[in-house]
Each structure stands twice: as structure tokens, then as C-alpha cells.
């Protein structure tokens, strides 16, 4: 499968501060890559879809001023929590839309994850 | 709005024994992914299904699309503890729209 990479694995910062979140496609192109949050022992909460040369569509309840995406080419989107805060802390997950080929004229649409990123606010 | 159900979400069981996972919703999707995720990890997609009807096997788990392409089963045979996880379903759609995901089911697998 198509491979995915986020950096950095682990992050902790101050109160305040700014993180950047960088999600890449290593051997293969996405014009539009997903970038998730995920709480202990929960499924994943969707918080953007970032799509290469526009802007960002944010799901309701996501502060686009808080979490600024940036998808400035076809392997790299980077997400950066702004001014983080501690209840910013959590388990953030991005995902490059892929379209695959069914065998035959019809293709279909695939997501690979990124392995994550932790991000601890003090 | 669409959705997706997942069931059971907590599952316990013993090595050797086998389970069924599924994966509903009232929804038509185009193609359906499981997913496993393992502590402190991004999810590692395991299957693709995207015809009506379509079954696939990998190793020991068998996954079922649905004749109407509304759901889904994930079925393992003789667990093993390596299987041990949070098992997740989305729906896909659309290149470029969002995938729906379900609230996952968490496995244990008891040696």
C-alpha cells in the first residue's frame, strides 16, 4: 500500500507556543489528504480536509484560526496548532486520498494513514 | 447525514475462538475499508471491498461487502493475541469527499 508519513511522532510544548504537524506522501501523489483527531479509546474525529492549492475545508466545531492547514504540494500538508493550549492535547492522525483501480474501468477511493503524531500541551 | 454502526463495540474473547464484527449503516457507499489500529498508531488498512456481494480473505479474516453495499462483516477465525486491537470501518465515497468511520470495536484477545 501507498505510504504515509507524519513528523514528528511526539511533540511536547508549553502553553502558548505553536506546533507544526507535517504529513507526507512518500512514494505517491494526493491532491487531497484528511487530517484527524483521536481521544483515548475513541474512533476518529474528523477535522479538515486538505486539498493541494486551496484552502482547507474544516468540519463544524473545528476552529480554522486555532489548527492553520497548509497543502502547498501533492506529497506535503502540514497542520499547526496555534497558540496550543492543553485540552489541544491528543492524538493527531492525518490520511492521503488515494484512487485505486478495481481491475478494471472503474477505480475507487482508498485513505492510508499516517502513523501519528502525540501531542502533549503543558 | 451518514453513518455508520459498528458491532459489538467491546469484545473479549479467547485465543482459538472465533468472531464476527459488523459494520452497518443506511447508507450506500462506493467502496468499504477496515481498518485495525493498535495503542499509540495510525490505522493500517487492512481490506478494500467495493463490489455489492464482494467477499475477500486475508490470511484468517474473511471481510463481506453487502449485496446493497450498506454493510459489512469482518469475520476472524481462531483469534490469536497478535489480533488483539480497535478495528474500524469507513465508508468511502466520492474521490476527494471524506470518509465516514465508524466508532471501531475494540478487540481483546485473551492467551
Known amino acids: 500500500g501507498a505510504v504515509v508519513s507524519q513528523h514528528p511522532s511526539w511533540v511536547i510544548c508549553k502553553s502558548g507556543t505553536s506546533v507544526k504537524i507535517e504529513c507526507r506522501s512518500l512514494d505517491f501523489q494526493a491532491t487531497t489528504m484528511f487530517w484527524y483527531r483521536q481521544f483515548p479509546k475513541q474512533s476518529l474525529m474528523l477535522m479538515a480536509t486538505?486539498?493541494?492549492?486551496?484552502?482547507?475545508?474544516?468540519e463544524q466545531g473545528v476552529e480554522k484560526d486555532k489548527f492553520l492547514i497548509n497543502h502547498a504540494s501533492l506529497t506535503l500538508s502540514t497542520l499547526t496548532v496555534t497558540s496550543a493550549h492543553p485540552e489541544d492535547s491528543s492524538f493527531y492522525i492525518c490520511?492521503?486520498?488515494?484512487?485505486?483501480?478495481?481491475?478494471?474501468?472503474?477505480?475507487?477511493?482508498?485513505?492510508?494513514f499516517g502513523p501519528g503524531t502525540r501531542l502533549t500541551v503543558l | 447525514t451518514q453513518l455508520l454502526e459498528q458491532s459489538p463495540q467491546f469484545l473479549s474473547i479467547q485465543e482459538g475462538e472465533n468472531l464476527t464484527v459488523y459494520c452497518n449503516s443506511s447508507s450506500v457507499f462506493s467502496s468499504l475499508q477496515w481498518y485495525r489500529q493498535e495503542p499509540g498508531e495510525g490505522p493500517v488498512l487492512l481490506v478494500t471491498v467495493v463490489t455489492g456481494g464482494e467477499v475477500k480473505k486475508l490470511k484468517r479474516l474473511t471481510f463481506q461487502f453487502g449485496d446493497a453495499r450498506k454493510d459489512s462483516s469482518l469475520h476472524i477465525t481462531a483469534a490469536q493475541t497478535g489480533d488483539t486491537g480497535l478495528y474500524l470501518c469507513a465508508g468511502g465515497r466520492n474521490y476527494g469527499q471524506n470518509f465516514v468511520f465508524g466508532p471501531g470495536t475494540r478487540l481483546s484477545v485473551l492467551p
Open positions: 486538505s486539498n493541494e492549492g486551496s484552502k482547507a475545508t474544516y
Open positions: 490520511s492521503a486520498n488515494v484512487l485505486g483501480l478495481a481491475g478494471g474501468p472503474s477505480s475507487y477511493n482508498e485513505q492510508f
